[in-house]
């Protein structure tokens, strides 16, 4: 898949940089280092090698913000898949879409629910429960499983296992 199809809001195992002088390290080099326990210092100037994932309080990428913006409004159908819907911004992107976009939520228990939640500059979360919905579709089940189901009904199986055999092979 083409990374400009996806954005990975709180970053990547994938890659790592230095926080001092910002030298670029594999993922194979940063899972060696966390894996054996050491803390992970650069090769040049001995600072911490941090992996490049948003960790809390960190700043989530520029791109997330520019592709809500672009991309919600566009949007034809919002899949949301294993999240409690509990921290912003991500709460609150379920209201981004238009009145009339489907909603599914995958899910092991439902989320989404604004009488449940203290959220700030929420809208009208989502509406699976209530009878006059007409939009918001709640599956429970593992996001695997569930993903898999999906595309065995929209005939995708084989796809689906050639696009895992894909990724395996890169690892």
């Known amino acids: 898949m083409s990374e400009d199809k996806i954005v990975e809001a709180h970053g990547t195992f994938h890659s790592a940089h230095c926080i001092k002088c910002n030298k670029e390290y594999s993922q194979d080099w ?12 650069c090769e040049s100037c001995q600072g911490v090698v941090k992996p490049d994932i948003v960790f809390f309080g960190e700043a989530l990428p520029a791109r997330f913000f520019s ?4 991309d919600f409004k566009q949007c034809d159908l919002l899949i949301i ?7 912003q911004p991500f709460a609150s992107l379920i209201d981004q879409v238009s009145d009339v976009c489907p909603r599914l939520l995958i899910n ?3 989320a989404g629910i604004v009488k449940d939640l203290p959220r700030l500059l929420m809208g009208e979360g989502l509406q699976y429960e209530n009878p006059g ?8 089940g593992d996001t695997d499983s569930v993903c898999q189901l999906i595309s065995d009904k929209l005939g995708w199986k084989d796809d689906l296992q050639k696009l895992r055999e894909a990724v395996n092979k890169s690892k």
């Open 30 to 41: 940063i899972r060696e280092k966390i894996f054996s326990d050491e803390i992970p210092k």
């Open 108 to 110: 092991k228990e439902k």
């Open 133 to 140: 919905n007409y939009r918001d579709v709640y599956q429970e």
């Open 81 to 87: 898949m294993g999240s409690s819907l509990l921290v």
């Open 67 to 70: 592709c809500v913006q672009a």
